[in-house]
Structures are given as C-alpha cells and as structure tokens.
C-alpha cells in the first residue's frame, strides 16, 4: 500500500493517505513471507491496536469508490447504445480496469496505482480451471455448466466491446479475451454491492455496486468483525461489530450465500464453518 501510494499523486495521493490508514486508522497490511510466487501471498487487514466496538475502521468517500459512473462518458454512452442482452455494468466495469491498466493514458493517478495492487493471475478461479479440472467435482455438482456460461458470457462482452470507436485505433485496441476473462475474476471477487444504513452482509437493497480500493483487502468470514455502511454522501465506511484485540484480522462476510458452487465461482474457495 505504501508502494501504490508512492505512485500516486497529488490530492489523489492525500487521499490515499487517509484511506489507507496514518494515524486516523488503526489497519495494517500483513502477508506470507515475501519470497513466496505472488499467486501464492495471501493478503489481509489486521489491527495494529486495540479496536473498540461501533468504532469506524476504514472509510472509503465516494470519489474514491470506482462504480460504472467511473467509465468515460464517450464509452459509457457507446456502450448504452450496443444491442445485445449483455449486462452493460460489466462491459462498463471492465472498460473501467482497461483504462486502469493503461496507466499513462489514466486520469486518476489513484486507480492506476489502485490497479497495480490487483492479482495477476486468477488461476485458483474455476473461470480459468481446465475440462479436467472441472470435470474431477462430478456431473451432481453444476459448476463446469456455471463456468461455461460465464465464458460465453465473456466472450460475448470482448466481441461487443471490439465494437466500440474508442477501441478502434493501433494506439488503443480493444480488450484481449484474456483481459475480459481476468476483468471478470477480479469483478466477481472484489466488488462489492453498498446498501443504504448498515448491515453485516449481503441484501437485496444494493443500490450500488463498486470496487473499494484497498479496502478489498479484508477477508471473509460467517462471523465478521466488521459491517459496512454508507452514509448520505455515499462514504462507505466499516465498523467493528465487537471489540477487536491488537493483531487479530479484520474480516468482512462477502455472502450469506451458502451455495458452494456460487462460493466457488465467484471467489476461488469455500471458506469452512466454526460448526
């Protein structure tokens, strides 16, 4: 986090600061030893102090929370305009991460240095699991029939983005099959659906799904120290639902969902219960 604040710049830069902790935020960032293959480092919030319960551990204001309204305008628009049953959030979201990647060309300094905090490779995703892969979990269990259709989808959302002017130069061509198919691994783990008040998971009231720079470090667990919540400005902020002991991890629950064919499609791992 230190490093992507480095590359940061600007307002953007003490904006960072203050969501990424300094004194006003008691979080730090801790990992597997560093020698490790980056596939491999698991990453985390833990408490560098005591935190007390109802205290607000992380915010994250409006204009630092990247939502399809993040899109540029001339590619938002176009994409509204596409035929086609795709879900146009995605194609706008994945625009989004494609502008991030081509950070000298971004006009956030933020989300390009939010971008190099991102997993390279997804390969613990069923969505890049091989047929063989797939196959070992049985024909009673749906998985390889979900991945495939996330794939079509995949490959439909590349084709119509292909379509777009903005991606119809040498200089900016448009998105690899490849890139859609990372894009959509990273969406499915790491967006996050904001509802208004508080809550502790999942409901149907989401009235806003984004990607929470490095606030999508947290973890999941069934029994979360930490719920969200969104204030009228739209600041997401996060706060302790117990007291939280100096070193112990901050979680958050990802879903309520029990499904372990969803768990695994949209995050790589079924997490086990205490019971």
Same mark, same amino acid.
Not at 11 to 35: I, N
Not at 101 to 115: I, M, N
Not at 201 to 207: C, I
């Given at each position: 986090l230190r490093m992507a604040a480095l590359a940061a710049a600007g307002d953007d830069y003490q904006a960072l600061k203050v969501l990424v902790g300094g004194e006003a935020c008691p979080l730090r960032v801790t990992t597997l030893d560093s020698s490790v293959s980056e596939a491999k480092v698991e990453? =985390?919030?833990?408490? /560098?102090?005591?935190?007390? /319960?109802?205290?607000?551990?992380?915010?994250?204001? +409006? =204009?630092?929370?990247?939502?399809?309204?993040?899109c540029k305008p001339e590619i938002a628009g176009a994409i509204d305009k596409l035929d086609g049953d795709d879900d146009k959030f995605v194609l706008k979201m994945v625009s989004v991460l494609y502008d991030c990647s081509r950070a000298t060309q971004s006009s956030s300094p933020l989300k390009a240095a939010y971008f190099k905090t991102l997993p390279v490779d *997804?390969?613990?995703? &069923?969505?890049? $699991?091989?047929?063989?892969?797939?196959?070992? $979990?049985?024909? /009673?269990?749906?998985l390889a029939k979900m991945v495939e259709t996330m794939r079509?989808?995949?490959e439909s959302a590349q084709s119509q983005l292909a379509k777009l002017p903005s991606y119809a130069s040498v200089s900016c061509p448009p998105p690899t099959?490849? *890139?859609?198919l990372w894009s959509i691994c990273c969406l499915n783990s790491r967006?996050?659906?904001?509802?208004?008040?508080? +809550?502790d998971g &999942?409901?149907?009231?989401?009235?806003?799904?984004?990607l929470l720079p490095f606030a999508d470090v947290l973890n999941h667990s069934f029994e979360p120290s930490l719920?969200?919540?969104v204030a009228p400005d739209g600041t997401a902020s996060f706060r302790a639902l117990r007291d939280i002991r100096q070193g112990e991890e901050l979680t958050v629950k990802y879903r309520s969902d029990e499904d372990?064919?969803?768990f695994l499609l949209h995050y790589g791992f079924y997490p086990r219960r205490a019971d």
């Amino acid at each position: 986090l230190r490093m992507a604040a480095l590359a940061a710049a600007g307002d953007d830069y003490q904006a960072l600061k203050v969501l990424v902790g300094g004194e006003a935020c008691p979080l730090r960032v801790t990992t597997l030893d560093s020698s490790v293959s980056e596939a491999k480092v698991e990453r =985390g919030l833990v408490a /560098s102090k005591q935190i007390l /319960s109802g205290e607000t551990v992380l915010s994250v204001a +409006t =204009g630092l929370q990247i939502g399809e309204d993040s899109c540029k305008p001339e590619i938002a628009g176009a994409i509204d305009k596409l035929d086609g049953d795709d879900d146009k959030f995605v194609l706008k979201m994945v625009s989004v991460l494609y502008d991030c990647s081509r950070a000298t060309q971004s006009s956030s300094p933020l989300k390009a240095a939010y971008f190099k905090t991102l997993p390279v490779d *997804f390969s613990h995703m &069923p969505l890049n $699991f091989d047929t063989t892969s797939l196959e070992s $979990f049985g024909p /009673s269990f749906p998985l390889a029939k979900m991945v495939e259709t996330m794939r079509a989808q995949a490959e439909s959302a590349q084709s119509q983005l292909a379509k777009l002017p903005s991606y119809a130069s040498v200089s900016c061509p448009p998105p690899t099959l490849d *890139f859609v198919l990372w894009s959509i691994c990273c969406l499915n783990s790491r967006l996050m659906g904001l509802r208004s008040g508080e +809550t502790d998971g &999942p409901s149907e009231a989401v009235h806003r799904r984004c990607l929470l720079p490095f606030a999508d470090v947290l973890n999941h667990s069934f029994e979360p120290s930490l719920a969200h919540e969104v204030a009228p400005d739209g600041t997401a902020s996060f706060r302790a639902l117990r007291d939280i002991r100096q070193g112990e991890e901050l979680t958050v629950k990802y879903r309520s969902d029990e499904d372990v064919c969803s768990f695994l499609l949209h995050y790589g791992f079924y997490p086990r219960r205490a019971d």
